[in-house]
């Protein structure tokens, strides 16, 4: 079946202006996440949603940053005034409820903030 | 001090080789502990889970977890150059936190033939 989907794949924003990101989740999942990849690091979470509790945005660097989730399906995740720091690979995750460990990974979309 | 320490290698072994890949931790709540392989320009996909401590085989990879000396192992036997990827340790503390996963820095594992 469909694995998760991430739009845009690249994008190129200048600094300060806002970008936001999409991710298709697996059809079924209840738990959908994002992550940042920086250059060289591992994956620094940000939120997690899981059905209709409150997201968990422990992870959100700033204020800048901010997510939405549609029901259990499509999550935006919004940028706004983006700086150079923001340049990075966003993953967006997607899983069952009951195996939260077992984390199914979308492409990456890779901002550039110029 | 990050919470999961990995060392990011890179690492070249010779095809055939056993690989040996690790991590430490410093946060005593972690309970699941997972390995993800990640190929170039790719989302991360799960290898092995474990919960608590313990050894996990599967084909030809064995995962260890040592919650006593906060130590996490992955194993690759016969390694192939399939293998060649970058791999990540990841945690988790379980409950309303179970699926906040936080990852080591990812070691470079390169296999030639």
């Known amino acids: 079946g469909a694995g998760v989907s991430q739009s845009p794949s690249n994008k190129v924003t200048e600094k300060g202006k806002d970008v936001e990101l999409r991710c298709d989740p697996i059809s079924g999942h209840t738990a959908l996440y994002w992550y940042r990849q920086r250059l060289g690091q591992g994956l620094e979470f940000l939120i997690y949603?899981?059905?209709?509790?409150?997201?968990?945005k422990s992870g959100l660097p700033s204020d800048r940053f901010s997510a939405e989730r549609t029901g259990e399906s499509v999550s935006t995740l919004t940028i706004q005034r983006t700086q150079q720091e923001d340049s990075a690979v966003y993953l967006c995750a997607s899983s069952f409820s009951g195996a939260r460990y077992e984390q199914y990974f979308g492409p990456g979309t890779r901002l550039t903030v110029t | 001090q990050k919470e999961v320490e990995q060392d990011p290698g890179p690492l070249s072994v010779p095809e055939g080789a056993i690989v040996s890949l690790n991590c430490t931790y410093s946060?005593?709540?972690?309970?699941?502990f997972m390995w993800y392989r990640q190929y170039s320009r790719k989302g991360p996909e799960l290898l092995m889970y474990t919960y608590s401590s313990g050894n996990k085989e599967d084909g030809r990879f064995t995962a260890q977890v040592d919650k006593s000396s906060k130590y996490i192992s992955l194993f690759i036997r016969d390694s192939q150059p399939s293998d060649s990827a970058t791999y990540l340790c990841a945690m988790s503390p379980g409950g309303t936190s179970y699926g906040k996963l936080t990852f080591g820095q990812g070691t470079i594992l390169t296999v030639h033939p």
């Open positions: 949603f899981q059905g209709n509790s409150a997201p968990d």
């Open positions: 946060n005593s709540a972690f309970q699941y």
